[in-house]
């Protein structure tokens, strides 16, 4: 699934990471990724807080096929939100000359030292879906516009629930910065309208979300069984495990995500699941812009900027179809 100011490297995960974290289902969006093609093999260290999420799992495995096709050596590390472990691993990339280091789904805070290695080194950083505000150090970020994913399924939500005087639950993940930005957005579009937040609960471990969701939903519907109208997942893995709670105790309450997940798509396509709504996150876009940035820069090209923003698209069981595979 935000209030500090960024510091140091700009770099995700809701899923937390976040992962969290969105997923690319549907057709890859987007034209091929390429921007300039550059000869020669590349060496490039991929390290991510998180390969567990289905959202980065998706998105990461996209990258490594686009880069291959250009005839790069993308390496995959996965840390399972270790922050000593990606500083270390961006310190050995750093100190082996790599071509380039990508960061994916980690908290900018806590990876300075990895940071600091790969600027000392002239090894440039590029992020995938890797923070929310633009940092010198990062030569190119392409991520999701966490804002517009927020509020558009807090808006959905609110639809569903019929608006003022609602009650919601929201499922969030504070170490995420991207879910971190889609609960302010979210939760300023519910404060607007007049909507009543009960709870906001945090998920502790995103690879464990789902559980820890159900849980924490099951545990909120037993302590007040008449006292909520629907539920804001900050990903799709955490609305799945709320919906499931909803499921378990017979529950009409309706519940939207962010993702896309194919999971997720195939629960609103079924009409049966309390997932009702989920935003997509277009990785075919997100992954394209990214190889072509670094495609142009490998071939000494000066990027405009260093950090682009990728809008997604809100699915309904109206528009579903569309996003199946």
């Not at 504070?174 to 579009?189: C, D, M, W």
């Not at 277009?282 to 490998?298: C, E, H, Q, R, S």
Request: net charge negative; glycine share 12%.
């Amino acid at each position: 699934m935000e209030k500090s100011r960024l510091i140091g490297l700009a770099v995700i995960g809701t899923a937390v990471t976040l992962a969290f974290g969105g997923c690319a289902s549907g057709a890859e969006s987007g034209s091929t990724a390429s921007g300039t093609d550059n000869a020669g093999k590349k060496n490039i260290a991929l390290i991510t807080g998180s390969y567990g999420t289905p959202a980065a799992k998706s998105a990461m495995d996209m990258l490594i096929t686009k880069g291959a096709a250009k005839g790069w050596d993308i390496k995959l590390q996965d840390t399972a939100f270790d922050y000593n472990k990606i500083n270390s691993l961006m310190q050995d990339a750093a100190s082996q000359k790599v071509d380039a280091i990508i960061v994916g789904y980690t908290t900018p805070e806590l990876i300075t030292l990895g940071m600091q290695a790969a600027t000392d080194a002239g090894v440039p950083v590029f992020g995938l879906d890797a923070g929310v505000q633009p940092v010198d150090q990062v030569t190119l970020n392409v991520t999701s516009d966490n804002p517009w994913f927020g509020k558009t399924s807090a808006e959905e939500l609110m639809t569903l629930v019929g608006g003022k005087g609602k009650r919601v639950l929201m499922l969030e993940h504070e170490p995420h910065p991207g879910v971190k930005l889609r609960s302010e957005a979210a939760r300023q579009t519910f404060k607007d309208a007049g909507i009543d937040i009960v709870a906001e609960v945090q998920i502790k471990d995103p690879s464990s979300g789902r559980q820890e969701a159900m849980n924490d939903v099951s545990d909120y519907l037993t302590a007040h069984p008449n006292g909520l109208d629907g539920i804001w997942g900050g990903w799709d893995d955490v609305a799945m495990g709320a919906a499931l709670a909803l499921k378990n105790a017979n529950s009409n309450i309706p519940v939207t995500g962010v993702d896309g997940t194919d999971e997720g798509l195939a629960a609103i396509q079924s009409g049966t699941s309390n997932l009702k709504a989920t935003v997509w996150q277009d990785w075919g876009t997100i992954t394209d812009k990214l190889v072509a940035g670094m495609g142009d820069y490998f071939a000494g090209t000066k990027l405009p900027e260093n950090i682009v923003r990728v809008e997604g698209k809100l699915v309904t069981a109206d528009n579903v179809a569309e996003f199946i595979k």
